[in-house]
């Protein structure tokens, strides 16, 4: 947490030289707490207290990144318990994790096939984020072959995992120059692990089975110099991951306790059962994951988890919106329809995508519901006969159409009325009240 | 160095409420269920008290819906056409209670009347000896008339009688507090909306333990967090001791997730939607299980296979285990 003005005072010089620009250092420790100055504004303050000073201006949660060849992972950070207070910021990246003891074509089969694994949520093209790989064999040689195996397929960001520092070596070396995530220094191999993280750059994992375990493992790995940790505290079931996720988040933000303030890795995969392994994956979503390994890649998994993770990291002051205007399906002819819908992500691609889907052309009306359902911009007066009358206007729409045919959502047919006094000289169709039901309604209805 | 376990001190807590009633309590049920209770945020035990476990009801129809994903129908087989044979299914998948919905109008397109809902509610009863809860099909007009019948003819059996926003709840909570049953208020996710309804209710004269609320939910990536966010709200306002806000949450996960086309539509979508009746079946439980996260107390679900993983969930999220030991 931040210090305060008094506390920040205490590590001044207290001499009152004035070479800072304000009269005493009293003075210009408070405009430092109110971020309103540099701390270099003072040219006299001591090692000690910059350092002091530094670490007390960093975020609560470590930020930890997992790069490689472009593709970046981010995750900490994080300043809220729960999103509505402000809004959750790093998604959580999704590892699938390969094991060495797997033969080499089926590693590089299964990788090729979800490093390309790719699903639209909202005109979003949702990933998986990298893979952990992980020394079920022991052997070192086996190891760095698996690893490689991984890498000839895909570039993306890798989890080491091995608890014995010399496996971990081999494997660190058949990635040289990259810095994945070495999964993970424990009680006993803490030291070598750490002296790998160090050598390669690369952020530590650290594992422990009880949070006080694994606060004095955090403090000692980082007195030996490793900056980039990530927690790993032991439980696999729902309830004790939640109670020591929250307690950890709670420690970070709440008492600025530093032994914890990294991001936490979970390994829903570890359940075995696909359902379930599920279920703790979203959970760990939900509940302040900030890496997620998981074993099963059944592309109806894999959607529903990366959609919740959109969702749960989304803005809460602001829905995922599209830009309004008057959008072209399917190359429309002035003869084709007019679609009248509001900017809301999710309402836009419902829309667009089942006409799409159906190979109709027809005009979008995509009117500034700012960023509302039909319904939700209904009931807030921000989706009616004059606002969608008005954007018929303001996006030219009549240069466009020469059969001025508008078509409303059925769940709003109460305005039709008033958008037929709007603009007169079209003809106002109430449509079906589900996306789904677009095609059929078009087909028969609109011809 | 010893570790202090940061823990919140809540001064307020949910209400207890029991669905239901045996026949030593005037009603003809062979359990009750209860819920509520909390002192804490979900499942935080080394915080506070969680006396009572989240519940999972099924829906049930009063006839063959017509809007249903195929594979729902498929599951349920011959006895979606037989309310009562329908509960006693319901009860066989693991409910804790059943949610009747009533539908809006009959086989034949004639608006359901107050007698068949009324032969309904009482098949199901006679069927099943879980609590139920009955819904009306979600017009207020239509609503009353039917919830109104369903009421008088059962009264004393604490059913929880569904409620739509402000629009009708004079009426619902009126034979409600008649007959000795309970409502659940529904409000458009909204926490100072849901507290407005509460308090009209209470105004009423309603006693608080048999109200539940409902903040509304949607599903997984159709606004999930904003339902999510609402109830996190609404159980923290409840836990800092807003009393109108200390009420259960019920919210509708089933309903929600099949509405989608992840969970209705098997043909022409994406591959990298997978297979279906797998994809659907998580829909709904991770949409329930991210719900349960947030506070809720009473899910219903329209899958056998979802109820069977949520309920799964709700007993490894009620084990109480230390924090610092390992399960
Ligand atoms: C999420 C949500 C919210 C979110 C907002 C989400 C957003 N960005 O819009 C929040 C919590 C902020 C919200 C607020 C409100 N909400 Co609201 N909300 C919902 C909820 C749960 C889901 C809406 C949704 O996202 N649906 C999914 C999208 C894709 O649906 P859609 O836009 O309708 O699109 C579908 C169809 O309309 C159709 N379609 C779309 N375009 C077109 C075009 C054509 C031509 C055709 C044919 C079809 C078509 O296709 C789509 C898919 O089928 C609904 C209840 C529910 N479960 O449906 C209530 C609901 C819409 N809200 C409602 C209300 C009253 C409100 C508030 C006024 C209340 C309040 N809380 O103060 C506010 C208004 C906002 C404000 N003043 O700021 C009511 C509206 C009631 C009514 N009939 O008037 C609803 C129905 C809840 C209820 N049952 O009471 N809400
Ligand atoms: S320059 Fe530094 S020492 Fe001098 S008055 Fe400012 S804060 Fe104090």
Redesign the interface.
Known sequence: MALTGIQIYKLLPKTNCKDCGFPTCLAFAMKLAAKQVELSACPHISEEAKAVLAESASPPIRLVTLKADGYEVKAGNEVVLFRHEKKFYHKPGFFIRERDDASLDQIRERVAATDAYTVNYVGMDLTLDGFAVESASGDPTTFSQAISAVRAVSQRPLILMSRDPGVMAAGLQAVNGEAPLIYAADADNWEAMADLAKQHQAPLAVFADSLEGLADLTQKIKARGVEDMVLDHGARDLGTSLARNTVIRRLALKKTFRPLGYPIIAFPGDAGDAAWEAILAAHAVAKYAGFIVLDHTAPEMLYPLLVLRENIYTDPQKPIQVQPGLYEINDPSPEDPVLATTNFSITYFSVANEVEGAGLPAWLLVTDAEGMSVLTAWAAGKFDAERIAKDVRRFHVPDKVHRKRIVIPGHVAVISGELEEELPDWEVRVGPREAVDLPTYMKEALV | ???E??KDKWPGSVRTITIGATPEEGGTRACTVTVGGETTM?????EGEIPHRPVVAIEIRDRRPDDWSPLLLETWGEVVNDPAAWAKAAEEAGADLIQLSLSLTDGDGETTTPEAAVAAVRAVLQASGLPLMVFGPGQAAVDNQLLVAVAEATAGERLVLGIREDKNYRTIVATAMANGHLVNART?MDVNLAKQLNILISDMGFPLDRILMDPTTAA??????YG??AM??LR?AALQGDAMTQFPMLVTPGFEAWKT??A??GE?V???????L??AV??E??TA??LL??GADILVLRHPESVR?VK??ID??????E?????
């Open positions: 160095m010893p570790l376990i940061p979900p499942f935080l035990h080394f458009p997984l990536g159709y606004g999930i967090e999510f966010s996190e709200r923290l086309k992840e209705k539509v022409d994406p591959a990298a939607w997978g297979d279906w797998e994809r998580h829909w439980t991770l299980v991210t996260e947030a993983r799964a969930a490894d999220l009620m084990t109480v285990r924090v610092e030991a390992v399960a």
